[in-house]
Structures are given as structure tokens and as C-alpha cells.
């Protein structure tokens, strides 16, 4: 069973900075593509960032320059450095894990943390 738990949101003002973290349980995480996303309320939960296995990223636009994705192997984690934050960056934050194996697709969600972006 694979286990994601995000961590590091909460409220910030414009300009701030926030850093998460999701730690992944389980022997996955040397082999999964990791993601965040993130969900307001009434939309849609979209990709915020993604790294690779081999730790090619790629961003949303709308957080391109401002937003870093990492992930630490040995540590089983990844963050997502969040800097120059904007009211817009208000919603919950989800990490997400995807592999496969065995000829088998997997794909794990942690809870989500909110974060919350205030004027």
C-alpha cells in the first residue's frame, strides 16, 4: 500500500513563500513520476508541477518562475518550493505519485494541503 502525506500549508501574504512536502510510504518512489496539483473551490484539480524519475520537470504556466519542484530519493519525498505566492495560488495542494509495474498503471493522491494566499 502506498501512503502520500503532504505537509508545510497553511496562510500566507502575497509575496510570501511556502514550501510542501509529500512523503511517500512504500518502496515506489524511486521509480514514480511525482506531481502536485491543485484544487479551489468549484474548479477543477489541475497540474501545478511534475518531476520525473530522472528529474525532468515541467510547470503550469501560471507558476513558471515562482514555483521549483524537487524530490529527494534517499528521503522518499518531494517538495514544491512555492515563492512570490498570489491570491490565485489559494486552493488545496494534492501530491500525486504514478508508476507502473508489472505492465500495470498506478497512480496514488495524498490528502491535500490547503494553502491560502491572503491580499
Known amino acids: 500500500q502506498v501512503q502520500l502525506v503532504e505537509s508545510g500549508g497553511g496562510l500566507v501574504q502575497a509575496g510570501g513563500s511556502l514550501r510542501l512536502s509529500c512523503a511517500a510510504s512504500?518502496?515506489?518512489?524511486?521509480?514514480?513520476?511525482m506531481g502536485w496539483y491543485r484544487q479551489a473551490p468549484g474548479k477543477r484539480r489541475d497540474l501545478v508541477a511534475g518531476?520525473?524519475?530522472?528529474?525532468?520537470?515541467n510547470y503550469a504556466d501560471s507558476v513558471k518562475g515562482r514555483f521549483t519542484i524537487s524530490r529527494d530519493n534517499a528521503k522518499n519525498t518531494v517538495y514544491l518550493q512555492m515563492n512570490s505566492l498570489k491570491p490565485e495560488d489559494t486552493a488545496v495542494y494534492f501530491c500525486?505519485?504514478?508508476?507502473?509495474?508489472?505492465?500495470?498503471?498506478?497512480?496514488?493522491w495524498g490528502q491535500g494541503t490547503q494553502v491560502t494566499v491572503s491580499p
Open positions: 500525486n505519485a504514478a508508476f507502473v509495474r508489472a505492465g500495470v498503471s498506478y497512480n496514488y
Open positions: 512504500g518502496s515506489i518512489f524511486s521509480i514514480a513520476a
Open positions: 518531476i520525473s524519475t530522472g528529474g525532468s520537470t
